[in-house]
């Protein structure tokens, strides 16, 4: 019954996300709101919306391995797998702003981490933990993102790629908003729940869980939309959806959860810190291999490879 609950509980976190962002787009648009604004507010908080209600249920509950493992999960899932099918499928040329820009931005926001969560390495103190503090730092990094995001896409005069809305009423655009937040907060409940049984029952680590059934069900709206958007060729949108996500999941999921309550770290997250920090290197690395600013077929095949050579290890861990 617990693994059917978590399979249940992805099932409605997903189709909650996929409500919440089709109600409130279709308000924002009765509103006369721009699909720019649409597209880098509603819609990108929309599909971070799975890690973040897990993770904010993780936080309320003290699970902090698994609300920890859940991102820095993700972010790894999100470059070594995600971008990896999406490269086998299409070779993925990138734009020059996220080469020089956001793809570093990523690397940063895991280097980040992995200095606010070892307080015993850098500060002396007795144990490690993200604090209300790191969490308004992060918080702060977040903000300087988005407004740097809305400048760029001003810049360009070009409009983000934002799903056709269809025209709805306030009270049924409402309702879907109102399904929406009552599918997290249920796919949420569940998939925590569950994968702390299920950690306990197979005598595993929480953290072992997060970093893999609960991240990658968490990246499974990154992992379609990349995988459709390199199908039909639309290369910026496959990789920026996910560089995208994780500076999201870094930035504002983790810097809220850490501010709901302080994460305590375990030192054994520090390897998966030290992959996370690996694959954006890898990434800004691939991206002057052969034709410049290109992720290959090969290299795609190399991230999957990588990804499956790091499940093993941290299962043999765990």
């Not at 009423?169 to 796919?187: D, N, P, Q, R, Y």
């Not at 702390?196 to 197979?202: D, F, G, W």
């Amino acid at each position: 019954m617990t693994y059917i609950l978590l399979i249940l509980g992805f099932g409605a976190l997903i189709k909650g996300a996929d409500l919440l962002v089709e109600g409130a787009s279709s308000i924002a648009r009765r509103l006369k709101i721009s699909d720019l604004v649409i597209g880098l507010t509603i819609v990108a908080f929309g599909t971070s919306a799975p890690e973040l209600f897990v993770n904010i249920l993780a936080s309320m509950r003290g699970a902090s391995d698994i609300a920890i493992g859940n991102i820095v999960g993700s972010n790894i899932a999100n470059i070594l797998l995600i971008l990896g099918i999406a490269a086998l499928i299409y070779p993925l040329k990138v734009g020059r702003g996220t080469v020089w820009k956001e793809i570093p931005l990523g690397f940063l926001a895991a280097l980040l981490i992995f200095a606010m969560a070892n307080d015993v390495l850098f500060d002396g103190l007795v144990f490690n933990a993200l604090t209300r503090t790191d969490g308004l730092a992060l918080l702060a990094f977040f903000i300087i993102f988005l407004y740097y995001t809305f400048g760029i896409a001003k810049a360009s005069g070009e409009e983000p790629n934002v799903k056709n809305t269809k025209p709805r009423s306030l009270k049924s655009s409402s309702a879907l908003i109102l399904l929406g937040l009552i599918g997290l907060v249920i796919g949420g409940n569940w998939i925590v729940n569950g994968a702390t049984a299920i950690a306990r029952s197979l005598g595993l680590t929480e953290a072992l869980i997060g970093l893999t059934i609960v991240a990658i069900g968490t990246s499974l709206p990154e992992l379609a939309t990349s995988a459709v958007a390199a199908y039909k060729k639309n290369t910026d949108i496959a990789v920026g959806n996910v560089v995208g996500s994780n500076i999201f999941n870094v930035f504002w999921i983790l810097g809220l959860s850490a501010i709901i309550k302080p994460l305590p770290f375990q030192p054994n997250l520090n390897f998966d810190l030290f992959v996370a920090v690996i694959a954006s290197m890898l990434l800004f690395a691939f991206m002057f291999i052969g034709r410049k600013h290109t992720l290959y077929r090969w290299e795609g095949g190399m991230f999957l490879l990588l990804y499956l050579i790091y499940l093993v290890l941290i299962v043999v861990r765990g």
